[in-house]
């Protein structure tokens, strides 16, 4: 099954850094969706960037895709406690109708 | 409020027991789906539904059984062929194919 991998698996930083995930994926896709999951919680959609957009931006984040590189990246700017959390991409395929998840990068802010 | 609700929050189940678990949203969404999600891992697709009346197997379907009788709700069984049922699972609604999904709080389910 089709599925995003997100890079590194844990990140680590202090507040007010700016934070990198990245996400790699194998076949072509209509989309790809990024989500946080707070311990214990169900997850919450961020953004979604479709495969014929190349940035997106939402407040504090910023989304890139490169589908030549079946890649993309989540920026996390001036980074809060708050944000502490796992982050995981989802891709769809064009012949699915469902989305694929990754293993999450667990990101921990440091007050 | 909308939103998508999961029952119990923390679930245990004897050797040998079936047990369901119950997924309920009001968002009006045709799509619903059930995820495993073990400790620091990824989630995993058991079932999903595209309709009422329809739904498809994911990636690990064997030892689940999920039913679509109302638009409202997606329940998932699971059964005691499911040797390994220790987990987090997560059901989430959305529109339809490849648009964002609303996540429950999930249920917690151990063995007894």
């Known amino acids: 099954s089709q599925q995003g991998e997100e890079d590194p698996q844990a990140l680590s930083i202090q507040e007010g850094e700016n934070a990198t995930m990245n996400c790699s994926y194998k076949t072509s896709i209509n989309n790809l969706q990024w989500y946080r999951q707070n311990s214990g919680r169900g997850l919450v959609h961020l953004i979604l960037i479709r495969s014929n957009e190349r940035e997106k931006h939402s407040g504090r984040l910023r989304v890139t895709l490169d589908t030549s590189k079946k890649s993309s990246s989540l920026l996390i700017t001036a980074s809060r406690a708050a944000d502490t959390a796992s982050y995981f991409c989802?891709?769809?395929?064009?012949?699915?109708?469902?989305?694929?998840f990754g293993a999450g990068t667990r990101l921990t802010v440091k007050p | 409020d909308g939103g998508i609700t999961q029952s119990p929050k923390y679930l245990f189940r004897k050797e040998g027991q079936n047990v369901t678990l119950s997924c309920e949203q009001n968002l009006n969404h045709d799509a619903m789906y059930w995820y495993r999600q073990d400790p620091g891992q990824g989630l995993r697709l058991i079932y999903y539904s595209q309709i009422v009346n329809d739904f498809q197997k994911g990636d690990i379907a064997e030892g689940y059984s999920v039913s679509r009788e109302k638009k409202e709700s997606f329940p998932l069984t699971v059964t005691s062929a499911q040797k390994n049922p220790t987990a987090f699972y997560l059901c989430?609604?959305?529109?339809?194919?490849?648009?964002?999904?609303?996540f429950g709080d999930g249920t917690r389910l151990s063995i007894l």
């Open positions: 989802a891709t769809d395929a064009d012949n699915n109708n469902d989305m694929r």
């Open positions: 989430a609604s959305s529109m339809g194919p490849h648009q964002p999904q609303h």
